[in-house]
T-cell receptor, first 116, second 117 residues
Framework: AQSVTQLDSQVPVFEEAPVELRCNYSSSVSVYLFWYVQYPNQGLQLLLKYLSGSTLVKGINGFEAEFNKSQTSFHLRKPSVHISDTAEYFCAVSLSITGGGNKLTFGTGTQLKVEL | GAVVSQHPSRVICKSGTSVKIECRSLDFQATTMFWYRQFPKKSLMLMATSNEGSKATYEQGVEKDKFLINHASLTLSTLTVTSAHPEDSSFYIC?????????????FGPGTRLTVL
């Protein structure tokens, strides 16, 4: 079974500074990887996804993530954060549907707090 | 595109009553919908997977008789919390997957905050 680890429960950062939110996964087969953002009292919004191809994935709001198979990581980065990026970020992994994957497995989330 | 709505966004009810939450895919057909529960400052816990026209598949530890799920059409799934108690108070989020999707990409609703008094 696959699993996801987000080691950082909280990441404080000053506005306009760069940020990296870490995500590591474990799986014995190929996976698909996702980053979602959740603003207070709202559902999840897809930031970006890795399905195949280029390991550097660009998403919305200036975020990007790099898939590293050897390190089983999918870290999320933004070169310059804004106050409005303050939110909870979830990394998720799934197997392919044809491979028997029918669920998203979520990490425990990272609270990004952007300060002035 | 790929918008999922939930209704109501917030509900307060008395202990012992039942509450129905609707999840709709507005602009696509969703053969599969998922129901999650989220506790404060916690991750999402998958409760059940709902397939159109068939019985829902519940995760281990989730009471199927308490959390009734119906997926009557390709755009609507409902979650009914029966005989709700204060411990059922939580944030409930649904998601939907495109018909024919290979990647299990899910689109999430805005969530429903349930408070049981």
């Amino acid at each position: 079974a696959q699993s996801v680890t987000q080691l950082d429960s909280q990441v404080p950062v000053f506005e306009e500074a760069p940020v990296e939110l870490r995500c590591n996964y474990s799986s014995s087969v190929s996976v698909y990887l996702f980053w979602y953002v959740q603003y207070p009292n709202q559902g999840l919004q897809l930031l970006l996804k890795y399905l195949s191809g280029s390991t550097l994935v660009k998403g919305i709001n200036g975020f990007e993530a790099e898939f590293n198979k050897s390190q089983t990581s999918f870290h999320l980065r933004k070169p310059s954060v804004h106050i409005s990026d303050t939110a909870e970020y979830f990394c998720a992994v799934s197997l392919s549907i044809t491979g028997g994957g029918n669920k998203l497995t979520f990490g425990t989330g990272t609270q990004l707090k952007v300060e002035l | 595109g790929a918008v999922v709505s939930q209704h109501p966004s917030r509900v307060i009810c008395k202990s012992g009553t039942s509450v129905k939450i609707e999840c709709r895919s507005l602009d696509f057909q969703a053969t599969t919908m998922f129901w999650y529960r989220q506790f404060p400052k916690k991750s999402l816990m998958l409760m059940a997977t709902s397939n159109e026209g068939s019985k829902a598949t519940y995760e281990q530890g989730v009471e199927k008789d308490k959390f009734l799920i119906n997926h009557a059409s390709l755009t609507l799934s409902t979650l009914t919390v029966t005989s709700a108690h204060p411990e059922d108070s939580s944030f409930y989020i649904c998601s939907a997957r495109f018909r024919g999707s290979l990647y299990n990409e899910q689109f999430f609703g805005p969530g429903t905050r349930l408070t049981v008094l």
